[in-house]
């Protein structure tokens, strides 16, 4: 969930790759890709050292750099300044897709797992004939591995035995699956919230170079990624320009900016194993799961498990 450091992070972040021609330290002092000349110990000098971070210098923080050349670029959140904008409906969505890293490789009534296995896998086994005939259901944990899985469903499964990472099964019509949690955010408020970047010089001259940099390149920035993965929607307020310093070489320059950002929900959801079930008088049935192997008559495709439980959705026939 982003809030406001979040935000203030991401449009930090946004600044430095404006400013900065790779990673950059906040609150060091780094090379800028841009120049500017400066007097130091009274020689006009060229310059390129920034200071970017978050939060509002006092002026005596900044006297020292600024006789030294640098100019410092600081972004604040403006008091008063928050607004609700809350207008969506609020429903679960899902992310990009997250692929299992356990994978189950069948060839006729032995299934073998390769790959690693983690807490949010699922292992699904339907054997629809045969002395093994059933649906398991088994979330792996951190410590399982596919040897371990093998022999876990191994001993709960009627006429299955485990060699290494591979399941014999005694039975027909055999499907093997591993699904994997799904992460799904909801978005339960959105807000606007402004911002002022302060560009503090040494010189007119340097000001103008480093706070109109910053300007034309979040001009073409309408949207920051922050840190859930959420956008913040970048929007111009206005410009001041100081030109009566209230202390020698100091020479400031204020953008300000609105960032509209939404504040999500996350969880993980389960993904089906097998769907189309069908169970005589329909209904739904949750089971506990607490990493041991549920099993279930067969066939009973519609498994899902969360929250260390097992959700069966099936469908009624009048």
Same mark, same amino acid.
């Given at each position: 969930?982003?809030?406001?450091?979040? /935000?203030?992070?991401? @449009?930090?972040? $946004? !600044? #430095? *790759?404006?400013?900065?021609? =790779? &990673?950059?330290?906040?609150?060091?002092? %780094?090379?800028?890709?841009?120049?500017?000349?400066?007097?130091?110990?009274?020689?006009?000098?060229?310059?390129?050292?920034?200071?970017?971070?978050?939060?509002?210098?006092?002026?005596?923080?900044?006297?020292?750099?600024?006789?030294?050349?640098?100019?410092?670029?600081?972004?604040?959140?403006?008091?008063?300044?928050?607004?609700?904008?809350?207008?969506?409906?609020?429903?679960?969505?899902?992310?990009?897709?997250?692929?299992?890293?356990?994978?189950?490789?069948?060839?006729?009534?032995?299934?073998?797992?390769?790959?690693?296995?983690?807490?949010?896998?699922?292992?699904?086994?339907?054997?629809?004939?045969?002395?093994?005939?059933?649906?398991?259901?088994?979330?792996?944990?951190?410590?399982?591995?596919?040897?371990? /899985?093998?022999?876990? @469903?191994?001993? $709960? !499964? #009627? *006429?299955?035995?485990?060699? =290494? &990472?591979?399941?014999?099964?005694?039975? %027909?019509?055999?499907?093997?699956?591993?699904?994997?949690?799904?992460?799904?955010?909801?978005?339960?408020?959105?807000?606007?919230?402004?911002?002022?970047?302060?560009?503090?010089?040494?010189?007119?001259?340097?000001?103008?170079?480093?706070?109109?940099?910053?300007?034309?390149?979040?001009?073409?920035?309408?949207?920051?990624?922050?840190?859930?993965?959420?956008?913040?929607?970048?929007?111009?307020?206005?410009?001041?320009?100081?030109?009566?310093?209230?202390?020698?070489?100091?020479?400031?320059?204020?953008?300000?900016?609105?960032?509209?950002?939404?504040?999500?929900?996350?969880?993980?959801?389960?993904?089906?194993?097998?769907?189309?079930?069908?169970?005589?008088?329909?209904?739904?049935?949750?089971?506990?799961?607490?990493?041991?192997?549920?099993?279930?008559? $067969?066939?009973?495709?519609?498994?899902?498990?969360?929250?260390?439980?097992?959700?069966?959705?099936?469908?009624?026939?009048?």
């Amino acid at each position: 969930m982003a809030d406001l450091s979040d /935000v203030s992070k991401g @449009l930090v972040s $946004a !600044i #430095a *790759g404006i400013l900065f021609p =790779g &990673a950059y330290d906040p609150g060091s002092d %780094e090379t800028s890709v841009l120049a500017w000349q400066a007097p130091v110990r009274g020689t006009m000098t060229d310059c390129r050292t920034i200071r970017l971070y978050w939060g509002f210098p006092s002026a005596n923080d900044i006297t020292g750099e600024l006789v030294a050349g640098k100019v410092h670029v600081s972004v604040s959140a403006e008091a008063g300044t928050t607004k609700l904008t809350t207008r969506f409906e609020q429903r679960w969505r899902r992310g990009p897709p997250r692929i299992p890293t356990l994978a189950a490789g069948l060839v006729g009534e032995v299934v073998t797992f390769t790959g690693e296995a983690s807490a949010t896998q699922v292992v699904g086994i339907l054997v629809n004939h045969g002395p093994s005939a059933g649906s398991y259901a088994y979330r792996c944990t951190p410590a399982d591995t596919p040897q371990s /899985v093998a022999a876990t @469903l191994a001993a $709960a !499964i #009627a *006429g299955a035995s485990a060699s =290494g &990472a591979a399941l014999t099964l005694a039975g %027909e019509d055999i499907l093997a699956r591993v699904v994997c949690d799904q992460a799904a955010t909801m978005e339960v408020r959105r807000q606007q919230q402004g911002f002022r970047i302060a560009c503090w010089a040494p010189t007119p001259q340097a000001r103008e170079t480093v706070a109109g940099a910053v300007d034309a390149g979040l001009a073409g920035t309408p949207w920051l990624t922050l840190a859930d993965g959420s956008l913040g929607r970048l929007i111009y307020r206005a410009t001041e320009t100081d030109d009566l310093p209230g202390k020698d070489r100091l020479w400031r320059r204020d953008l300000s900016y609105t960032i509209e950002y939404p504040t999500l929900l996350s969880k993980m959801q389960p993904v089906m194993l097998f769907p189309g079930a069908t169970l005589n008088g329909g209904g739904a049935v949750m089971v506990p799961v607490t990493g041991n192997v549920l099993a279930g008559p $067969a066939p009973i495709p519609g498994l899902t498990v969360s929250g260390g439980k097992l959700a069966v959705t099936v469908s009624k026939t009048f």
